[in-house]
């Protein structure tokens, strides 16, 4: 079965500084990973999404993520933070076979100091 | 549009009482499927259904039942409410298309929030 790990339940950054929440995935399958945003009080919504295609992922607010097969990551980065990306990330998985399971990771809570 | 409806926004059940989670959507998606979101457990998969009449279980489906009778709703039910089913539950939709087997982008509910007393 899928799973996919989020190393660092909280990490805070400064405004314009980088950031990098990490993702790794485990599946004996190609994988379908994605990553989700959820702001206070809301539901989640999709940031971007990785089908077999580009393993150099964009999505919107300025995030991307890169697919690397060999280290079964799927990090997402933004080079410059700012005050609004404050939010908790969501990394998912499903596969081809498993379509109809999106299993998603425990989280990261993101922080953006003044 | 209004997306996935989810009703009620709130509820506090005593143990053992029993209610339905509504769901609805109006984007004529045939994924639909249910999560519970716990403080450092992420979400986790309840229950899932690729299309009318058609349902499946998630990662933790005991103490919940799901039907699909019609494309646009998929409600869940606690038949005998526990404390351990205190949670914010959210549904969410997908277009899913049975030759390619691919979820498109979740959308999801803006959540129903469930004390068990």
């Known amino acids: 079965a899928q799973s996919v790990t989020q190393l660092g339940s909280h990490v805070s950054v400064s405004e314009g500084a980088l950031v990098l929440l990490r993702c790794n995935y485990s599946?004996?399958?190609?994988?379908?990973l994605f990553w989700y945003v959820q702001y206070p009080n809301q539901g989640l919504q999709l940031l971007l999404k990785?089908?077999?295609?580009?393993?150099l992922v964009k999505g919107i607010n300025g995030f991307e993520a890169e697919f690397k097969k060999s280290e079964t990551s799927f990090h997402l980065t933004k080079p410059s933070a700012h005050m609004s990306d404050a939010a908790e990330y969501f990394c998912a998985v499903s596969t081809y076979s498993s379509a109809s399971k999106i299993i998603f990771g425990s989280g990261t809570r993101l922080s953006i100091r003044p | 549009n209004a997306g996935v409806t989810q009703t009620p926004k709130f509820q506090v059940l005593k143990t053992g009482q029993s209610m339905t989670l509504q769901c609805a959507q109006d984007m004529n998606h045939e994924y639909m499927s249910w999560y519970r979101q716990d403080p450092g457990m992420g979400l986790r998969l309840i229950h899932y259904?690729?299309?009318?009449?058609?349902?499946d279980q998630g990662e933790v489906p005991n103490g919940y039942n799901v039907s699909r009778s019609t494309t646009e709703d998929f409600p869940l039910r606690l038949l005998s409410a526990a404390p351990s089913q205190t949670s914010v539950y959210f549904c969410a939709s997908s277009y899913w298309q049975a030759g390619t087997r691919g979820t498109g982008e979740l959308f999801f509910g803006e959540g129903s929030r469930l004390t068990v007393l």
């Open positions: 990785y089908t077999s295609a580009a393993t």
């Open positions: 259904s690729v299309g009318a009449g058609i349902t």
């Open positions: 599946s004996s399958v190609p994988p379908y």
